[in-house]
Nanobody
Framework: QVQVEESGGGLVQAGSSLRLSCAAS????????LGWFRQAPGGEREFVAA????????EYGDSVKGRSIIARDAAKNMVYLEMLRLKPEDTAVYYC???????????????WGQGTQVTVSS
């Protein structure tokens, strides 16, 4: 059974950075991709970033392109999202999810974590 679990959220000041972590297990690693999504209160869940488990391909959403780095550590079964120069509009619940291929399409992700709250103060 595929399982993912996020951690690392919290309250931070605008302009600072934050590193989120996702622990993944339960599937054939080479056949999956891990993605990050976020959802602000009352908003839609939007794509942030994704990476193949092999690490050969990455994608970033327009809202975070140039300010975020996604990486994986296969030996530790971990995926990381490092966000730089955080803005108040980055405030959201951040979710880690698994799909069968790298894609920004939320409908292609079948396994989701519970989410971790990121709050950026001005």
């Amino acid at each position: 059974q595929v399982q993912v679990e996020e951690s690392g959220g919290g309250l931070v000041q605008a302009g600072s950075s934050l590193r989120l972590s996702c622990a993944a297990s339960g599937w054939t690693a080479s056949g999956y991709a891990l993605g990050w999504f976020r959802q602000a209160p009352g908003g839609e869940r939007e794509f942030v970033a994704a990476i193949n488990w092999s690490g050969e391909s990455t994608e970033y959403g327009d809202s975070v392109k140039g300010r975020s780095i996604i990486a994986r550590d296969a030996a530790k079964n971990m995926v990381y999202l490092e966000m730089l120069r955080l803005k108040p509009e980055d405030t959201a619940v951040y979710y880690c999810a698994a799909s069968l291929g790298i894609t920004p399409d939320i409908d292609e992700y079948d396994y989701w974590g519970q989410g971790t709250q990121v709050t950026v103060s001005s």
